[in-house]
């Protein structure tokens, strides 16, 4: 099985050397103590947690699993031990109010750490991971006795959090939630009903269980308009031990991250308390989803990440045929497979989308640090300045790192060939567990509908297209006369174009075909990815040259590295984009005209 260890030279290229974190946390009301030596030791120790506790857990608690007997879930071997070590370095409340039992440095740090765990072992991560969305909601939503009671126990880890939207009868359509809160007399409500595919639902590395749950008032409006939010604890504080009438029902079986107890979860009559207004459930709960889905968005980076790891190793040492251009390892009966170029193919699309990836999430960090900074410093306008920003990469990164995370993970099997199907190299169970990425949080055809249809059409007018693709045109305009550069600055001078043009073309047709949004979403979200991908590569690629001529942190073999893989993901993964920004603008007719009667698979 692939034997994590942490790409910190990658993380610290980015940091200090592209994005130049240390003058970005400058500007920050809480980034006084993120100083580089402080985040150098964030990353170092993080990393040994990660290496030498969290990942070695990932093979054996896939193979175990959560279990549920008599009531109650219990996580596989090593997890509760791993989360009482991560608990006891306070690593829970790395990003949140020092108030509340947090550290306070910026959001970025809470998200880096969260890369490196998710890249160890991603159903260990979704424990502490979950309780970030409750965390948040009450730090933004609920009263200050709220989270006095609350909140401080989340920070310091000892108490867990989810998030219960979903329900049997609906999944993102939550307008059709059923369950019901009824108002008591001292201002609590009982609430009754029933959530599915509730990640860390119920387990055993908590004494106990917050969770933030929809539900509906008896005079509520229908539809989403009608929802309201709710804090629901497994037990009441104080009252631990004692039932409040939350149970897990069922643990899913699924087809991976296996050690995650996904949970159905029970609300017979339990009492919950109201946070937010009434039947402003969803805005609430949303508040905090941008971030929420990076976190998603993260997981295609990871996957990528890991199967690399896994398939670089193997494909160096097992041999296979000669290379087509004359022996390689003459002392051998066969060359080294890395020596064949479908291998390095497959190698370099994962070390493009990992690095790319990683690149594209760093990046959008620092749009959530100064979105934070908004509510730190109690300008809202800032906040939804920074918020709309980060609101239009969200879909983009959810649903294209996804997407690409996924095919990494399947080429860490194609590598391994016939080896990556048996379960002992650890290959296939990567590729399981990235297969959910595209699913949870919103498909990828939601996010392609959010993209196209909310924040592009909707909600800017194409502006934030404009704003974003100008970066391009600015890297285009300063390097076209670099020789090193003009190729890639060529380039994204055309995709800020072609981007700006799809999205009018676009804009246009569907003011007379409103089928057209749906039938050009995932297209255009791709395209997008790509091009975006495209310009984080061309930046590292340019820092890369730079560093090279006038001295780096990292070595010359590592820029080297870089110019390279930019050079491939421009010559042989770019050019995907065409397709996709052919198919977003085809008439709708190809895909509406057949009739639901003749999709039947009957002769």
């Known amino acids: 099985m692939p034997q994590y260890k942490a790409p910190v030279r990658d993380m610290r290229f980015l940091m200090n050397e592209v994005f130049d974190f240390e003058s970005h946390y400058k500007t920050l009301p809480n980034g006084d103590e993120a100083t580089p030596d402080m985040v150098e030791a964030i990353i170092g120790e993080m990393a040994k947690l990660c290496e030498n506790t969290i990942g070695p857990l990932?093979?054996?608690?896939?193979?175990?699993?959560?279990?549920?007997?008599?009531?109650?879930?219990?996580?596989?071997?090593?997890?509760?031990?791993?989360?009482?070590?991560?608990?006891?370095?306070?690593?829970?409340?790395?990003?949140?109010?020092?108030?509340?039992g947090g550290q306070g440095l910026p959001m970025s740090l809470g998200l880096i750490k969260q890369e490196l765990m998710g890249t160890a072992n991603w159903s260990f991560a979704m424990y502490p991971g979950l309780s970030l969305g409750a965390m948040n909601t009450i730090l933004m939503h609920g009263t200050e006795d709220q989270k006095q009671t609350y909140l401080t126990p989340l920070t310091e880890g000892v108490w867990g959090g989810t998030m219960c939207l979903t329900e049997p009868q609906c999944g993102t359509d939550l307008g059709q939630v059923k369950t019901k809160a009824e108002p008591l007399e001292d201002g609590s409500y009982k609430v009754t009903g029933t959530k599915i595919f509730i990640s860390s639902g119920d387990h055993d590395l908590t004494e106990n269980v917050v969770h933030i749950v929809l539900a509906r008032l008896p005079d509520a409006p229908k539809g989403t308009r009608g929802i309201s939010l709710f804090i629901i604890p497994k037990y009441l504080p104080g009252k631990i031990g004692e039932s409040n009438g939350v149970s897990c029902g069922a643990l899913e079986k699924k087809m991976g991250i296996k050690a995650s107890a996904t949970s159905v979860m029970n609300f017979d009559e339990a009492v919950g308390f109201l946070i937010g207004p009434p039947n402003q459930g969803l805005e609430c709960m949303f508040t905090f989803m941008n971030s929420a889905r990076i976190g998603t968005a993260m997981q295609g980076v990871c996957h990528a990440e890991l199967s690399y790891q896994g398939a670089l190793p193997y494909a160096k040492e097992r041999k296979s045929m000669r290379a087509l251009s004359g022996k390689k390892e003459p002392e051998s009966v066969a060359d080294a497979i890395i020596n064949h170029g479908d291998v390095r193919r497959m190698l370099l699309t994962q070390k493009a989308i990992a690095e790319g990836g990683r690149a594209m999430l760093y990046f959008t960090a620092q749009y959530a640090d100064n979105m934070i900074s908004g509510l730190l410093e109690d300008d809202m306008k800032k906040y939804d300045h920074w918020d709309d920003k980060l609101g239009f990469l969200t879909p983009i990164l959810k649903g294209f790192l996804t997407e690409m995370g996924l095919e990494a993970a399947n080429l860490g099997m194609q590598v391994f060939g016939g080896h990556?199907?048996?379960?002992?190299?650890?290959?296939?169970?990567?590729?399981?567990?990235?297969?959910?990425?595209?699913?949870?949080?919103?498909?990828?055809?939601?996010?392609?509908?959010?993209?196209?249809?909310?924040?592009?059409?909707?909600?800017?007018?194409?502006?934030?297209?404009?704003?974003?693709?100008?970066?391009?045109?600015?890297?285009?305009?300063?390097?076209?006369?670099?020789?090193?550069?003009?190729p890639f600055a060529w380039k994204l001078l055309k995709l800020a174009a072609q981007w700006n043009y799809l999205t009018t073309r676009i804009m246009l047709s569907a003011a007379k075909d409103r089928e057209m949004v749906g039938t050009a979403s995932y297209d255009y979200l791709m395209f997008s990815g790509f091009t975006t991908m495209a310009y984080f590569w061309a930046l590292q690629a340019a820092v890369a040259y730079d560093k090279l001529e006038n001295g780096g942190n990292e070595s010359k073999e590592f820029y080297?590295?870089?110019?390279?893989?930019?050079?491939?993901?421009?010559?042989?993964?770019?050019?995907?984009?065409?397709?996709?920004?052919?198919?977003?603008?085809?008439?709708?007719?190809?895909?509406?005209?057949?009739?639901?009667?003749?999709?039947?698979?009957?002769?």
């Open 58 to 100: 990932y093979q054996s608690g896939d193979e175990e699993g959560c279990k549920l007997e008599n009531g109650v879930v219990t996580t596989p071997k090593g997890f509760k031990e791993a989360y009482s070590e991560y608990v006891a370095g306070g690593w829970q409340g790395l990003s949140h109010p020092v108030e509340y």
């Open 420 to 486: 990556g199907y048996i379960k002992e190299h650890g290959m296939e169970q990567i590729a399981r567990d990235a297969r959910i990425s595209t699913l949870y949080e919103g498909t990828t055809g939601i996010q392609a509908l959010d993209l196209l249809g909310r924040k592009v059409l909707l909600g800017s007018r194409g502006k934030c297209v404009r704003e974003f693709s100008q970066r391009l045109v600015d890297f285009g305009t300063k390097n076209l006369t670099n020789n090193k550069l003009r």
């Open 560 to 603: 080297q590295a870089k110019i390279a893989t930019a050079e491939f993901y421009f010559e042989r993964l770019l050019p995907r984009a065409k397709g996709h920004a052919e198919g977003c603008v085809k008439p709708t007719k190809s895909i509406m005209q057949l009739p639901i009667d003749l999709f039947s698979s009957e002769g």
